[in-house]
C-alpha cells in the first residue's frame, strides 16, 4: 500500500489517470526491507533500486557511488526511528529522493536529499557530511535542516525559513530538496491531529505552493495544491472528486476524440508530434468549475502536443487554426515571452461543433521538462559547461573565492533576499513573506538608460524608486513614465519606462503617505524603518494641510525648517502672499474659470453672434492660432475654448457659436511651471522669461510642498507666434521639470 493511500486526506485513485509520472513506490516496504541491512559495498543497495532506475532514466552516465554512500550513512544513522505513521523513518529521505529523482534532479542533489534529515534528526554533524560527501552537498543539507525551538522560540519556523531563502538564494537546489520534503509529508499527513494538518496545510498554501510556483516545478504544485484543498475544504473536495468520478463514467470522451482530430491535422501536414489528454488536477477542476458554471466533458482536462523544436510549435498552432474553429481571445504565447518562472509554451483552444472549447498546450519536450520541473530540471546550476563528471559536482565543492554564477537566480528571489534581510523581526518578515509571495505576477519595466526593473504585478512608483535606489530613494520626488510626467503613486503596466526624479537633499524624507501606494516589501519596510527611527518626525492629524501637501501624494519631502533652501527664495517679490478679495491667498492653488473679466490686451476673438461680449476662457488660456470653439452662456456672453479643452464636453447641452481669431497678434496667456526647489529659482525664471519678450501680468507661487514647488504666471507675448520659444526657455532654467498651458483636467 502506497504512502497516499494511507492518508485519507490525500487524493485517491480517481486521480491516476492524470499522473504524469510513473506509479508511486510501496515506499512502506522498501523501508522496512532496508532494516534487513545495507548491501555488499559493491553493489546498490535493494531499497534504493527504484530511486537509482529514476535517475538513470535522466542521467544515464550518472555515477551512483555517492548515493550508494549516503544511503548507507543514512540508513545507519536513522536506524531505529519511526515515523508517527508506523513506517521506519528512512521511508522518509528515500521517498524525498524519489520524487526528486522522477523530476530529473542530478547526482549532488539526491545525495543530500538522502542526507537531509541526518543533521537535525541523527548524531552525524555537518562537519562529518562535508569530508565525506563535499561542501555543496554539505550547503544543501545544512539549507534545509531546521532552527531548535530550545533556541528560537516561536520564530523557530520563520526564522528557519529565512534561513532556508538566503540558502536558496545562493543554491536553487535547497528548496528544491525542501519542496519535496513538504510534498512527502503532506501525502502522510493524515496520522496527525486535525489542528495540525490545517496548521501545516495553511503554511504550504502560503509559502511552499507559491515558491513551487515561483520556481516552476509544476508538478509538485499542482500535487500540493489538492492536498491542501482535501485538508482545508473538505467538502468541496468532496464535490470536485464526484464531478470527476462522474465524467470519467461518461460514455464518451470529448478530449479524445478531438485528440484524434488534431493528430490527423499534424500527420497530414507531416509534423511529428506526440498528442496526449492532459486532465486537471483537482484545484484546476474546481477553479474551472467556478468559473464556467456547469462542467462539460471537455473542461475536464487539455490537450498537450509535444514536439521537437520551437519552429514546430507555430507550425502545429497555424495546422490547428487553420484546420480547425481556433478561440483566438484564447492565444498566449510564453514561448516568445516566458513567465518569469521559466515556463514556456504556446497556448490556445479550439471550438468543437457542439460548442465545447477544448485548450491546446503546444511545446517542445524539453520545454516540458522544466514546465513540470522548473529549476530541478536545469541541474546543477554551479557545473561548467564542458563539465558532463557529476561525480565531480557531488565530490568536490565550491570554494569561497570562485565565483558562483546561477542563472536560475531569477528576479523575485534577489528581491526577496534584499527585503528580508531589512526585516526587523521574525513576526515581519514571516507576514511580509506571505504578502510577498501572494504577488504571483510579475511584470518589467524600463529605465531610460536601457536597463530593467522586476516589479509584482500591481507596484507604483514608489516600488520602483526603491527597487532601483534602496533607501536612496527617499529622496525621490516624482516620476516620468513613457515620457509623462507622473506622481509616485501611478500604478505601472508591464513594458512602461520609468524615468525618476531625484533630489539631491541628503535629509530627504520619505511621505507616510507612501505605504499606501508600496505594494513590494523593500519599499514598505525601508519606509516604515525610517518612520521608526525618525518618531519627532511624524506631522500630527491636518499637518500636511496646514504645510500644504493636501492631496499631494507620492513625492519625498524637503526637511521642514528653516534649512528649506526654497523658502528664502520665495521672498523674492511676488504676490504670493497677498490676500484676494474673497479672503484667500494667492498662494492657494486657484483654477481660473469660465467667467472671467474680459482681459486688456489679450487675443481678439471674433464670433459670429452680434453684440455678444466675447470671454477667453480661464481654464485654457486660448491664443492664436489654437484652434477655437465657443459657447453662449448667460448675459449674452460667448465663451471661447481650444477644442482640446475638457471643458468642451460638458458644454455641449448650449449653444455653439462659430469663433475666430482676428488679426491681432498680441495674446496673453496662463502658464504652469513645475520644479525643485533652490535658490534663486524664481529670479532665473523671470529672468529667462523677460528675455522672451514676456510681460508677467501676475505670478503665485505656492509654498514648497515635498521640495517640489508649482508656479502660475499670466504672461503677456506681443506675438502669440512667440508662445512656444518662452515655454522653451522657462524648460531650460536648472530645476524647472516641466511648463505647460493652462488646462482644466478631464473629469473636472
Known amino acids: 500500500m502506497s504512502a497516499e493511500a494511507t492518508n485519507p486526506a490525500t487524493p485517491g485513485p480517481v486521480a491516476g489517470p492524470a499522473a504524469r509520472w510513473r506509479a508511486r513506490i510501496d515506499l512502506r516496504r522498501l523501508g522496512r526491507a532496508a532494516l534487513l541491512g545495507p548491501a555488499a559495498r559493491d553493489r546498490l543497495p535493494d531499497a534504493i533500486g527504484h530511486v537509482a532506475e529514476a535517475h538513470r532514466a535522466h542521467h544515464p552516465d550518472a555515477d551512483l557511488e555517492p548515493l550508494r554512500r549516503a544511503w548507507v550513512l543514512a540508513e545507519s544513522s536513522h536506524r531505529g526511528q519511526m515515523r508517527k505513521s508506523g513506517e521506519p523513518y528512512i521511508t522518509h529521505p528515500l ?424 505594494h513590494t516589501p523593500a519599499a514598505r519596510i525601508a519606509i516604515q524603518r525610517w518612520i521608526a527611527t525618525h518618531p519627532s518626525h511624524e506631522a500630527p492629524e491636518g499637518a500636511e494641510e496646514r504645510d500644504g501637501t493636501a492631496g499631494v501624494t507620492g513625492h519625498a519631502r524637503a526637511g521642514r525648517g528653516d534649512a528649506n533652501p526654497f523658502r528664502a527664495s520665495v521672498a523674492e517679490p511676488s504676490a504670493a502672499d497677498t490676500p484676494d478679495s474673497a479672503g484667500r491667498s494667492s498662494a492657494e492653488p486657484q483654477t481660473p474659470d469660465d467667467q472671467a473679466a474680459d482681459r486688456p490686451g489679450a487675443a481678439v476673438a471674433l464670433v459670429d453672434l452680434p453684440g455678444a461680449t466675447v470671454r477667453l476662457a480661464g481654464c485654457c488660456t486660448p491664443v492664436p492660432p489654437d484652434e477655437i470653439t465657443g459657447f453662449a452662456v448667460r448675459g449674452g456672453v460667448v465663451t471661447v475654448h481650444r477644442v482640446e479643452c475638457a471643458a468642451v464636453a460638458r458644454m455641449k447641452g448650449r449653444r455653439e457659436v462659430g469663433v475666430r481669431w482676428g488679426d491681432t497678434a498680441e495674446c496673453r496667456v496662463t502658464l504652469f511651471a513645475e520644479s525643485f526647489g533652490r535658490p534663486h529659482l524664481l529670479a532665473d525664471l523671470t529672468e529667462a522669461m523677460a528675455g522672451e519678450g514676456a510681460e508677467i501680468v501676475s505670478a503665485t507661487v505656492e509654498p514648497p510642498s515635498q521640495q517640489r514647488v508649482r508656479h502660475t504666471y499670466t504672461v503677456q507675448l506681443p506675438d502669440a507666434a512667440q508662445l512656444p520659444a518662452l515655454m522653451r526657455a522657462m524648460r531650460n532654467v536648472p530645476g524647472v521639470y516641466d511648463v505647460s498651458r493652462a488646462q482644466t483636467p478631464t473629469g473636472d
Not at 468541496?236 to 488534431?262: C, G, K, Q
Open 95 to 518: 521517498a524525498v529522493t524519489l520524487i526528486l529523482a522522477e523530476l530529473g534532479a542530478e547526482t549532488t542533489t539526491l545525495t543530500a536529499s538522502l542526507l537531509h534529515d541526518t543533521v537535525e534528526d541523527t548524531e552525524v554533524t555537518l562537519d562529518q557530511v562535508g569530508e565525506e560527501f563535499g561542501a555543496e552537498v554539505r550547503f544543501l543539507v545544512d539549507g534545509v535542516t531546521k532552527l531548535e525551538k530550545v533556541d528560537y522560540g516561536a520564530a523557530a519556523e520563520p526564522e528557519t525559513f529565512r534561513k532556508m531563502l538566503v540558502a536558496t538564494g545562493n543554491d536553487v537546489r535547497v528548496m528544491s530538496i525542501k519542496l519535496a520534503d513538504r510534498l512527502h509529508n503532506m501525502r502522510t499527513l493524515g496520522v496527525m491531529r486535525p489542528e495540525k494538518q490545517a496548521r501545516i496545510a495553511k503554511v504550504t498554501r502560503d509559502v511552499l505552493i507559491p515558491l513551487a510556483e515561483r520556481l516552476g516545478v509544476q508538478a509538485l504544485k499542482t500535487e500540493l495544491e489538492d492536498l491542501v484543498f482535501a485538508i482545508l475544504h473538505p467538502e468541496e473536495y468532496e464535490h470536485t472528486r464526484e464531478l470527476i468520478v462522474d465524467n470519467a463514467s461518461r460514455a464518451d470522451d470529448p478530449l479524445a476524440e478531438i485528440a484524434d482530430e488534431v493528430r490527423g491535422v499534424l500527420r497530414e501536414a507531416g509534423i511529428q508530434a506526440e498528442v496526449v489528454i492532459r486532465p486537471r488536477h483537482f484545484v484546476s477542476v474546481h477553479r474551472t468549475a467556478r468559473k464556467r458554471g456547469r462542467l462539460r466533458g471537455a473542461d475536464f482536462g487539455r490537450l498537450l502536443v509535444l514536439v521537437g523544436e520551437d519552429a514546430d510549435c507555430y507550425a502545429v498552432l497555424g495546422e490547428l487554426h487553420t484546420c480547425m474553429t481556433p478561440v483566438v481571445s484564447e492565444f498566449k504565447d510564453f514561448i516568445a515571452v516566458p513567465k518569469f518562472n521559466l515556463y514556456q509554451s504556446l497556448h490556445t483552444a479550439v471550438a468543437r461543433g457542439d460548442g465545447q472549447v477544448v485548450e491546446v498546450l503546444i511545446r517542445t519536450h524539453q520545454m516540458h521538462k522544466v514546465a513540470e520541473a522548473g529549476v530541478v530540471a536545469l541541474g546543477n546550476p554551479y557545473a561548467s559547461p564542458s563539465d558532463s563528471s557529476e561525480e565531480q559536482s557531488a565530490s568536490h565543492g565550491v570554494g569561497a573565492d570562485e565565483e558562483r554564477v546561477d542563472p536560475t537566480r531569477p528576479g523575485w528571489l534577489s528581491r526577496l533576499l534584499d527585503w528580508q534581510a531589512a526585516a526587523p523581526d521574525a513576526d515581519t518578515f514571516w507576514s511580509t513573506l506571505r504578502e510577498d509571495l501572494a504577488q504571483d505576477r510579475e511584470i518589467t519595466v524600463f529605465r531610460p538608460d536601457g536597463g530593467t526593473l522586476g516589479l509584482p504585478e500591481g507596484a507604483t512608483c514608489v516600488d520602483a524608486a526603491y527597487a532601483q535606489y534602496g533607501e536612496d530613494a527617499h529622496a525621490c520626488l516624482g516620476a516620468r513614465v513613457n515620457g509623462r510626467l507622473a506622481t509616485l503613486s501611478t500604478v505601472l503596466k508591464d513594458g512602461d519606462t520609468v524615468q525618476l526624479l531625484m533630489g539631491q537633499d541628503p535629509a530627504a524624507e520619505p511621505s507616510k503617505e507612501w505605504l499606501e501606494h508600496a
